[in-house]
């Protein structure tokens, strides 16, 4: 078998192998006060399931940079081809859902962030018609917020992760927990930026009865977020938003500075693993996959 092939076969394997235990860590834990701490330790918490799968990925990239090509091993082709198919199904799954969002038309709401790469807020003649100029600072800082950060290519990434790890309800109230916090976070930094905390909520509940009465929307198209299951459709949560907003903005620079492990950190912290997991694989692959090949030969 082709070295190219046999390794995407056992990156589906071995990775859907390790995922489906992870997908099973708990869907919420507790979080702090803070908004923008919270959001980025959720953040976190989405990804941690998948990060094994990246090492294992690694690992098996250092095992094919020694291994010949056409990998000789003697193994039973279709035993192993046949032990991949439902992750290789899994895996197509949620590629074809994430392409799906990028190809349909999104579901045209009063105040929304688009684009992946470039984000841009759009903006419905709607609102100038139901919101006095102050409601319209507050949605405007709001969806500014979320673009800046990029959010709808985050949320658009959290739920390819999400989709990876089908069909365990955890990973499901992982992505909800995060999306929840997620807009605490960007309803914080508009007022931040100077909106009103009563402006914005005024214009959220509007713009939640327009979207009731609209097509339900994707995930991270609009001016909720894409957070109709997780903000219009529960109550509780709804109306949290709205007592958060109402309340005075809390001050989390304490909080801010007292938080541990920095995004940059983390992510140094992935890329050091991933080389290691590289340079295992590249001096260890082999002593642990051609054991495999001869068990599947006999098996």
């Known amino acids: 078998m082709g070295r190219e092939t046999l390794l995407t ?29 919270a959001e980025r330790r959720a953040w976190l918490r989405l990804w941690l399931p998948v990060l094994p799968v990246l090492v294992v990925g690694a690992c098996l990239c250092g095992w094919a940079l020694r291994e010949p090509d056409p990998v000789r091993a003697r193994f039973d082709h279709g035993m192993v081809v046949g032990a991949c198919v439902p992750f290789a199904v ?43 100029e102050a409601q319209i600072h507050a949605a405007l800082e709001h969806e500014r917020a979320h673009a800046r950060h990029r959010d709808p290519l985050r949320i658009w990434l959290a739920q390819l992760a999400t989709d990876l790890q089908w069909p365990w309800p955890r990973a499901q109230r992982r992505f909800e927990a995060w999306l929840e916090i997620l807009e605490h976070a960007r309803d914080d930094e508009a007022r931040r930026h100077g909106a009103s905390g009563t402006d914005l909520a005024a214009a959220l509940v ?94």
Do not use: M
């Open 9 to 37: 076969v056992l990156t589906l394997l071995f990775g859907g192998l390790v995922l489906q235990p992870f997908a099973l860590l708990p869907g919420r834990a507790p979080l702090p006060a803070a908004p923008r701490i």
């Open 90 to 132: 899994l895996a197509l799954r949620a590629a074809l859902r994430a392409t799906w969002v990028l190809v349909r038309e999104p579901v045209e709401l009063p105040i929304c962030t688009a684009g992946l790469w470039r984000p841009r807020v759009l903006f419905n003649p709607y609102l100038a018609r139901t919101f006095d």
């Open 206 to 299: 509007a713009t939640a009865r327009k979207a009731r009465a609209a097509p339900r929307t994707d995930r991270g198209r609009g001016w909720l977020a894409g957070t109709e299951p997780a903000l219009l459709g529960d109550p509780r949560a709804f109306a949290r938003r709205i007592e958060r907003l109402l309340a005075p903005l809390p001050d989390d620079a304490a909080a801010e500075a007292a938080t541990g492990l920095s995004q940059p950190a983390a992510l140094a912290l992935v890329g050091v693993a991933l080389c290691t997991a590289l340079a295992l694989g590249a001096a260890f692959g082999n002593d642990v996959l051609h054991p495999f090949f001869l068990w599947t030969w006999h098996a």
